[in-house]
């Protein structure tokens, strides 16, 4: 590629500019666009398109400026409420990487040895085929375990989801519960039927709690629509052991021990609650606070417990006109609080369960758990319940990555929740997105879904390794960042059992140098696709906007050449144009209306707006006009979907998996707690290896305070190995005091053959509640080499 360092830097101070000098009112531009294409060419020989950046990022909407067939630009779409950061921009960069993977490849050396030959796409789907139909017949279809990962896009996605699922008739293999935000998706189902995104919300925030999440690196639009609320008199608080970017810009750094913010947070409701800070009428008229729970089973009370023949859908408060039981909608005067007795059968509402649930976190004790002050946690607890409208900005928060994210997540819901934030504009709890839009993702499955084949997430390489719950003999990987995973090592090792792996990907990334078939991938810019189901409310067309370099090609052509070979090539009878108007036909938008369109506000056509919303443009507010989706229509801070899944319905705290209190004697090998931070290079192991964002960020490293480094011999700048039972890492030593005593953190995102791979280290706990991500529940030990 023909771009020196001085053009790129040159780029970066253009955008810089362009961020330095936008308008706060800009975040309210693009909200209900629906128009013709208006980005004029440079010139007559210039085409210029509308592709999305990352689904598991911001959705950034790009113009891609193509000329001579040749990806010239991404600019930004003048029309949308973000513009593309740096790692957007460098999608020009690796589309034109010298590393490309060019030609389909098979292994000639031993498995991981890198001896490579070049061979024709015949050849290398005639051998999948009769390779992956082998393994089949021989061991079942749960043999051949297929995943993806999330941050190629959309249809890729689904047509390696109804290719699995015509290959096994319907035995999909692929994982449960995700490596990032699993736990954060579970505990707002839990608590509101479904996940909520207050990002153009904060504009209108008057107090933000960055609360493990840090937006300056990881949502970097984000962070212009914070610092315009900052201008206007928006106070921000961060909580987090690291001195973050973010962290730099807030009136106040609370510096956590990792794992330990449900505390916190409990600490907090403890306050509200004792102090009556609390918003009544929503705890009355909206939230499950006042019902009531059979004491004897800790589980909700139902109407048929106290009615023959009553309903058991159908839930109980105690109604003070009567001093009896009553339904939450006729009762006259249901009560917050109190316990009762309805014939045998003693009774007590949620609200008084959840005040003993918090009555021994006072500040003094979550002082001695988290490390945090008390006089902290008590500042934090009554700015948050007295300032309005106030949103907790989790993102997809490192503090949920622990082995009870859940419960931490819910903490945070239920702060909003007691504190009337839910249902106001500029507050709730945002956690950045993975909303559906009612489209057809998954693209219809041609056979009954049996998920018998999945595997949670997190515990990839025990469960290859060790042949649970079965063996699994295949592995068909496309573009997925082994680096992701934890305990990395051992995924390797479940890959080295493997009979057959096919990779598809663009370059020869850690799972393609231990495949047998290598399959190059046309990149977002050589194919269509389409963004309707993640991190915005737009629904974007990704145009194709050039041919597939060398002799690469999309997703969807390998998987309906496969399917051909494997007898089921009738359920693949469509171009990816044809399939993506599948998935956008319950909404009325086709490819053909977005190409000429550009993103779509969902809000803007009552077609598209599957909830009803009452579109005023501004940002779109959750739970104003929107009902919860939970099995009462309410608020639960008693989570029915946990009490039926038999997890503990309350907000509760649990210690780190890997902590002084719960592994003492691991603790005396590995007294320090690793947190893996996101850095503004990377979103997860995308753009490892572009050269433009590797120049700012070249080698990995490890941060760790001055009293940790003095205590070792270890000065900044030293060469250090960072290392547990699981791995070695190493890296150089930033060595200050932006991170608290007993905490050392690493940058997450670089791949193994990088050698800076922090997933080795990471514990690959989970818990069925939401087969979340442990990575932040990780001890080590640093020394100098
Ligand atoms: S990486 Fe994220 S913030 Fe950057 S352009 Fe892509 S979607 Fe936008």
Redesign the pocket.
């Known amino acids: 590629m023909g771009f020196s360092r001085r053009q790129f830097l040159g780029g970066g101070l253009a955008l810089g500019g362009a961020l330095a000098t936008g308008a706060p009112a800009s975040i309210l531009r693009g909200l209900g666009i629906a128009k013709e294409v208006n980005a004029a060419p440079v010139n007559d020989q210039e085409k210029i398109s509308y592709s999305c950046?990352?689904p598991e990022?911001?959705?950034?909407s790009l113009q891609v400026h193509v000329r001579n067939g040749k990806l010239v630009r991404i600019s930004p779409n003048p029309n949308y409420y973000?513009r593309?950061?740096?790692?957007?921009?460098s999608r020009l960069q690796w589309n034109y990487h010298p590393d490309r993977l060019k030609y389909p490849f098979k292994r000639v050396g031993e498995r991981g040895e890198g001896k490579w030959e070049r061979i024709s796409w015949e050849e290398a789907l005639d051998t999948i085929a009769t390779k992956l139909g082998q393994i089949r017949d021989e061991s079942g279809p749960e043999s051949v375990w297929f995943t993806a990962g999330a941050v190629m896009s959309v249809l890729p996605n689904s047509m390696q989801r109804r290719f699995a699922n015509a290959f096994g008739k319907g035995v999909m293999t692929g994982g449960i519960g995700s490596l990032c935000c699993a736990a954060q998706g579970e505990a707002s189902t839990a608590t509101q039927g479904y996940r909520t995104a207050g990002i153009e919300e904060k504009a209108y925030s008057k107090l933000l709690i960055a609360w493990g999440h840090n937006p300056a690196v990881t949502?970097?639009?984000h962070s212009r629509i914070m610092a315009d609320a900052l201008d206007k008199g928006c106070r921000l608080i961060t909580i987090d052991p690291r001195f973050s970017e973010t962290a730099s810009k807030a009136d106040k750094w609370i510096s956590i021990k990792p794992g330990t913010d449900t505390a916190m947070a409990m600490a907090m409701i403890r306050i509200i609650i004792e102090e009556n800070l609390y918003d009544e009428k929503f705890a009355l008229g909206r939230s499950n606070l006042p019902f009531l729970v059979n004491e004897a089973t800790g589980k909700l009370l139902r109407q048929d417990d106290v009615v023959a023949g009553g309903d058991h859908e159908a839930f109980v408060v105690w109604d003070q006109s009567t001093n009896g039981p009553a339904l939450p909608n006729e009762a006259v005067a249901p009560v917050l609080e109190g316990t009762f007795k309805i014939g045998d059968l003693t009774v007590r509402t949620v609200f008084a369960r959840l005040r003993e649930r918090v009555a021994k976190f006072t500040p003094e004790y979550a002082s001695e758990i988290t490390g945090v002050p008390a006089e902290d946690i008590s500042e934090v607890a009554y700015t948050y319940a007295t300032v309005k409208p106030a949103m907790i900005d989790s993102g997809m928060s490192g503090a949920q990555r622990t082995s009870s994210g859940a419960y931490f997540v819910q903490s945070l819901l239920n702060l909003a929740g007691l504190t009337g934030n839910i249902g106001l504009l500029g507050g709730g709890v945002n956690d950045t997105g993975g909303f559906s839009h009612g489209t057809n993702v998954a693209i219809n499955a041609p056979f009954k879904a049996d998920n018998k084949g999945v595997i949670p997430a997190t515990k990839v390489g025990e469960y290859l390794s060790e042949g649970k719950p079965y063996p699994i003999r295949a592995i068909y990987w496309q573009g997925k960042g082994m680096g992701q995973l934890p305990n990395t090592n051992k995924v390797v090792e479940g890959f080295k059992k493997m009979d057959f792996i096919v990779v598809q990907e663009h370059f020869f990334g850690d799972a393609a140098s231990l495949a047998d078939i290598v399959l190059p991938v046309a990149t977002l810019f050589e194919r269509y696709d389409v963004m309707c189901n993640s991190r915005s409310f737009y629904y974007h067309l990704m145009d194709k906007a050039i041919e597939p370099f060398m002799e690469a090609q999309s997703d969807g052509w390998i998987y309906t050449e496969l399917a051909k070979r494997l007898g089921f090539g009738e359920y693949f009878d469509k171009t990816e144009e044809e399939w993506i108007d599948v998935v956008l036909e319950q909404t009325g938008l086709t490819v053909e209306s977005l190409r000429k369109s550009g993103p779509v506000y969902q809000w803007s056509d009552p077609k598209l707006n599957k909830y009803g919303v009452k579109w005023d443009k501004k940002p779109f507010t959750f739970f104003v006009d929107t009902p919860f989706k939970t099995a009462s229509g309410r608020f639960e801070f008693h989570a029915s979907r946990w009490e039926d899944k038999g997890f503990e319905p309350l907000v509760n705290y649990f210690p780190p998996e890997e902590s002084k209190e719960t592994a003492p004697e691991l603790y005396e090998k590995y007294p320090l707690s690793l947190v893996a931070n996101k850095i503004r290079t990377k979103?997860h192991s995308t753009y490892a290896i572009m050269p433009w964002l590797s120049e700012i960020y070249p080698k990995g490293w490890v941060t760790m305070s001055t009293v940790d480094a003095e205590a070792r011999g270890i000065k900044d700048g030293d060469m250090v190995e960072v290392f547990n039972d699981r791995g070695s890492v190493k890296v150089t030593a930033h060595v200050g005091n932006g991170i608290r005593p007993g905490v050392v953190s690493m940058p997450n995102g670089w791949w193994m053959q990088q050698g800076y791979c922090s997933s080795v280290l990471s514990n690959d706990y989970t818990h069925p509640q939401a087969y979340g991500h442990a990575l932040n529940s990780t001890l080590v030990q640093v020394k100098g080499v």
């Open positions: 950046c990352n990022c911001n959705n950034c973000t593309p950061c740096l790692r957007g921009r949502y970097i639009p979103v």
